[in-house]
């Protein structure tokens, strides 16, 4: 897996055969973990995004929707501005689309449940109050942020991450500020 993200985040193709060949594995070996590259360009993705949340938010200060703001802020302008996200969508845009945002892939789900563990963390404190449930929030989240983010990704553009600051400020009931955080 640390071979598969390392060569995402270079810009690189993740390929199975030359990471099994790089690993010293067969690959029947990778095909057993893994099915399909699709999976295991997923399960990178999916590991990416949750360590950007995650990471995001250690380092946003504050607490309740304003901090959850600035933290969801931050990783939809770096989705934005990611060098290895735009050569994946151009190697493979179809299939980068479908494995970004399936529902039965692993990427969303995996990044709905971070979005929804940071929501909880924020209630538990009692920090912040949610309008609906927190699933149902952070999968409105994730979902707009893929039509914001990657509406214009047939044509290469990743882009709106500023008019999709307004909209999940609306979801969080607390004031855009600002263009970027």
Excluded at 9 to 27: N, T
Excluded at 42 to 49: C, R
Excluded at 50 to 61: S, W
Excluded at 64 to 78: P, Q, S
Aim: proline share 3%; glycine share 6%.
């Amino acid at each position: 897996m640390a071979l598969a993200i390392r060569r995402f985040l270079s810009c690189e193709r993740v390929d199975v055969q030359a990471i099994a060949k790089e690993l010293g594995l067969a690959r029947a070996t990778m095909h057993r973990w893994f099915q399909t590259r699709d999976l295991l360009l997923g399960e990178a993705l999916a590991t990416v995004a949750e360590n950007r949340l995650q990471v995001n938010r250690a380092r946003t200060k504050g607490s309740g929707a304003r901090a959850l703001l600035d933290c969801f802020d931050r990783y939809n302008h770096e989705l934005v501005d990611s060098d290895a996200l735009r050569f994946l969508l151009a190697q493979e845009q179809e299939r980068a689309l479908r494995i970004l945002t399936s529902s039965v892939g692993v990427v969303q789900p995996r990044t709905v449940a971070v979005v929804e563990g940071l929501l909880s963390a924020e209630m538990a404190r009692g920090k912040f109050q949610p309008p609906t449930e927190p699933h149902a929030l952070a999968y409105a989240i994730v979902r707009l942020g893929e039509a914001f983010l990657y509406n214009d990704a047939v044509v290469g553009v990743l882009r709106d991450a500023d008019r999709l600051h307004e909209v999940i400020a609306a979801l969080l009931g607390t004031p855009a500020a600002g263009k970027r955080a």
